[in-house]
């Protein structure tokens, strides 16, 4: 039988504004849909068959875009008043689960064996078990010890170079068993990382365990690239993904591309968009729905928001551009910059070392170069 799930989305995503300043991180488009259905379709390849989504920031974007159910998944919502932290959280989420359950965060891109993860837990017999994860760089994060057996035996946070002993981190995924929530004090600000994993460290009753599969946090500009990436070439198992074919070409239905243009795998060009002659897309380029790129011009690496136009003869490398925005003609746009929803970009401009233009901005023609 099938667990619950808790997910955990808080939204804020500040490191990816100017994208963030009207959409929550987790509704961010992934390819063609938002990052948060990964997760759903995620639990549904296991069985899961009841979500509860716990939120607080602009939580009615989910609610109107997914409703109560994504497939097979019933979704339920909880919203929180204030923030709760990741302990009260899942403590207000969880209210009535009177079985094991999942808990975790929505706001990463994970794919790995749930029913192994299950498996381990129970073999354990202990109240938590944590999915870990490999990183190759651990001094960014915090790094958790483990025993042979699995049990956690230390949480070491912000490590220093002499202090790293391990490579695993927390995935942001666990198995509760109900009586965990007993540990989370009622109605205020709780963090299960620091304040209740800890006491279960204790008892020696919490778990962890790496499983192979795939993790990444998509809290950067850089990240949210890297997750186009992996799905465009399939590093790990989605929906989208089985759907581009053995030429890792997808262009959905409505879609006009000119004889002339050049789509090079993997590509993703979405309904409705408009590729005009002379055109280059990709490789690794995502189109999205609506959207329109001018004669000659060329899209590599990037994103392309739904309803964005790029002028003729633009250049868009290893960046995005958000939703409704326009980029005029013979303009570069490279070095991981992000144009914000609805920005105006002028011709001639040229936008370079992670620059960031807000939401609704307009740039005057020729007003930004890079020597």
Known sequence: ??????????????????????????????????????????????????????????????????????????????????????????????????????????????????????????????????????????????????????RVLSFLEKPRPEEIDTNLINAGLYVLEPDVLELIPPDRPVSIEREVFPQLVEEGAVHGVALAGYWLDIGTPDAYLQAHRDVLERNFVSDVGGRLGSDYTLVAPGAETSPDARLVPPVFVGPRARICAGARIGSLAVIGAGAVIGEGASVESSVIGAGARIGAGTVVTGSIVGERAEIGAECEVRGLSVVGPGARVGDRNMLDHAMRVAADVTIAAGAVSFS
């Open 1 to 150: 039988m099938s667990l619950p799930a808790v997910i955990l989305v808080g939204g804020l995503g500040t490191r990816l504004r100017p994208l963030t300043d009207r959409t929550r991180k987790d509704m961010l488009p992934l390819v063609d849909r938002p990052q948060l259905a990964y997760t759903f379709e995620h639990l549904r390849r296991y069985g899961v068959t009841r979500a509860i989504v716990s939120c607080g920031y602009l939580p009615t974007q989910i609610q109107e875009h997914f409703g109560d159910r994504y497939g097979d998944l019933r979704l339920e919502y909880r919203v929180e008043e204030e923030p709760l932290g990741t302990g009260g959280a899942i403590r207000f989420a969880a209210e009535g689960i009177d079985e094991p359950f999942f808990a975790l965060n929505g706001d990463s891109l994970r794919e790995t064996d749930l029913d192994t993860l299950v498996a381990f837990h129970r073999e354990r017999g202990g109240r938590a078990t944590i999915l870990l994860t490999p990183v190759e760089d651990p001094s960014r994060y915090g790094l958790v010890r483990v025993h042979g057996d699995g």
